[in-house]
């Protein structure tokens, strides 16, 4: 490495354009790609620092001053480098900026930031104090360290008005950051705000050997390089879904009261055996409801389908989305909130390999199941005879769906309220309990993430253009409920995004038929997909009287938390997306 590295300093916009050119390269140093993304962090968090504002947020940045610049990154791949920068912050917390030198020897940069900020946090933690590992704490101390200290020694690296001056002056430290001051740089890196707990205090025996600054010559990594490049940068290939070809949307108020007492209650069981037996009835219903034969058609059948603000008993009206032609639906109910959005507007290019790629995501294994006519009960039966209905719900147990929950969750959370300060919470216990849960006091994981990660990836990879383009329709079309719900997903730990923004939680059901059921722990609204090749399969809106003919990558968005629902039999190979939001994101809303 020569003396002297030239990297720009200036603006946030200079800097975004700097994280554009480093995406796009095949080749450059990885070194300056992480301490170019640990800036645009720094950098964001000086703003939000400065700002009068309540709930100053990075997409408030990106909207304020990112949005408005030519071929501006979309804002998902701006807040996928902020994370970015958070990770390689918090690993330069723990086992200092030299380890950045030692992933980017190692080309895992790109790994590095496939891996969850949790996880992450657990391991700068564990580099931090290597004595408190159960198990193999060597892999530090005999492996880890001793690099760290050979390269800091060979490799003496001093950053010089890299890092945004207001950040640094708060921390009390000027312009210039000596990489192989280790007290230094924790002060630095430890002082980022992550939304997470700080990092314990670094043991002093086996960092000892760190603990003076490299006297030698040093290797100055600059703010003078790099800008030069930005012209061509802002003239570089335009990531933004600002392209995505408008949509027709109808939109129709209702008479529908969601506050009336008959919609608020829950009208099916909560015993599982009663509840299959339930549902089979509605099914038959909903299958044989008014079919709708075009929108006027449906304003009609809507004027009469509600009495006083209810459903006209046992009355369905059918919509096959034929009727939308290619458009969208916003039904809303009589005080204007939202009774259902439904959508066919999905571009043919993702439409037609929906099901393809869900198999591929799952190494082509075959996880969908053929289902026929001969797996439900003949109609013809009388479903009243008690020796059918037992044998419905010995199908219907007979024919469990796998359902993969990648969510986030923030339920049972333990909040530290009256908890002592001086203490690090991963070293006190609740006193109630038999064991405290430290995993829960922050934004956790699902079980699904944390043992089905792969499988996670390539479902994030493989349909990051369909969550970006879900997105821009419930921006463009649902502002207001997509306000609501995006606010829940700012500032969380490690300034993670999530890959089904606005949404939080990703739920995949294979071979899917459900019973009624209301999702209470939603927030609000959910939305819903479904994928596959299959006949029927319609999602059912009790209260509202609606039978939703869904196809292969139409989608509804609807109050799940206080709507009863579910889909009917279908004949072929089925599974839908689920994306929705923990309503306990609320109380981290609130801190």
Not at 41 to 70: F, G, M, P, W
Not at 319 to 331: A, R, T
Not at 440 to 445: E, G, I, K
Request: with cysteine; net charge negative.
């Amino acid at each position: 490495m020569p003396d002297s590295v030239e990297l720009a300093g200036g603006s946030i916009q200079q800097t975004v354009a700097r994280c554009h050119l480093i995406s796009i390269q095949t080749t450059g140093s990885s070194l300056v790609a992480m301490i170019t993304y640990m800036q645009l962090a720094i950098q964001c968090q000086s703003i939000i620092n400065a700002s009068t504002t309540e709930n100053h947020s990075i997409r408030k940045i990106y909207n304020d001053q990112v949005a408005r610049l030519k071929d501006a990154p979309s804002e998902r791949t701006f807040q996928r480098w902020h994370e970015n920068g958070c990770k390689f912050i918090m690993l330069a917390a723990g086992g200092s900026f030299f380890l950045l030198v030692i992933i980017a020897g190692l080309k895992i940069r790109w790994k590095i930031t496939t891996i969850r900020f949790d996880v992450l946090h657990q391991v700068a933690k564990m580099l931090r104090q290597p004595g408190t590992i159960n198990e193999t704490p060597q892999l530090i101390t005999d492996n880890i360290i001793p690099t760290v200290v050979w390269i800091r020694c060979q490799m003496p690296i001093c950053l010089k008005n890299i890092f945004c001056l207001s950040f640094l002056i708060s921390i009390g430290i000027g312009d210039t950051l000596d990489c192989t001051d280790l007290s230094l740089t924790d002060k630095v890196f430890g002082g980022f705000k992550q939304h997470h707990f700080s990092l314990p205090a670094r043991e002093t025996g086996p960092w000892a050997i760190c603990a003076q600054a490299v006297t030698r010559r040093q290797i100055v990594i600059d703010s003078e390089g790099l800008s030069g490049h930005s012209h061509s940068i802002l003239q570089s290939t335009n990531e933004h879904c600002g392209g995505i070809t408008p949509i027709d949307v109808t939109i129709i108020k209702t008479s529908y009261d969601r506050k009336c007492q008959s919609n608020v209650h829950f009208p099916a069981k909560t015993n599982r055996w009663e509840n299959i037996v339930w549902t089979e009835g509605e099914w038959l219903k909903a299958e044989v409801g008014e079919v709708v034969q075009d929108i006027d058609d449906l304003h009609s059948k809507l004027g009469k389908l509600y009495i006083n603000g209810c459903r006209t008993q046992d009355m369905y009206l059918c919509i096959p989305m034929s009727i939308l032609q290619g458009g969208g639906l916003d039904l809303r109910n009589s005080d204007g909130s939202l009774m259902a959005f439904v959508c066919s507007s999905l571009p043919e290019a993702i439409r037609r390999n929906l099901t393809s790629s869900l198999l591929a995501c799952f190494d082509g294994r075959e996880v969908l199941q053929m289902r026929d006519k001969q797996d439900y009960v003949d109609d013809q039966d009388s479903h009243d005879a008690p020796e059918v209905s037992e044998k419905l719900v010995e199908q219907t147990l007979g024919h469990p769906f796998q359902c993969l929950h990648f969510s986030l969750w923030n339920r049972y959370s333990t909040t530290g309220a009256g908890a002592p300060t001086h203490i690090h919470p991963h070293e006190m216990t609740r006193v109630d309990v038999s064991r405290t849960n430290h995993t829960q006091c922050l934004p956790y994981a699902s079980k699904d993430i944390l043992e089905h990660q792969e499988l996670y990836n390539n479902v994030q990879d493989t349909f990051s253009e369909l969550f970006e383009w879900l997105e821009h329709v419930m921006k463009t079309h649902l502002s207001e409920e997509y306000e609501v719900i995006v606010e829940l997903s700012q500032n969380l730990p490690g300034g993670e995004c999530s890959p089904v923004a606005p949404f939080l939680s990703l739920v995949i059901n294979l071979n899917v038929t459900t019973e009624a059921h209301r999702d209470s722990f939603n927030k609000d609204l959910c939305l819903v997909l479904p994928i596959g090749e299959f006949k029927g399969g319609a999602l059912v809106q009790f209260e509202q009287g609606l039978v939703l003919e869904l196809r292969c990558g139409d989608f509804v968005i609807f109050p799940s938390n206080d709507t009863t629902h579910f889909n009917l039999h279908y004949e072929g190979k089925r599974a839908s997306f689920v994306l929705h939001t923990d309503k306990g994101f609320d109380k981290w809303k609130e801190g």
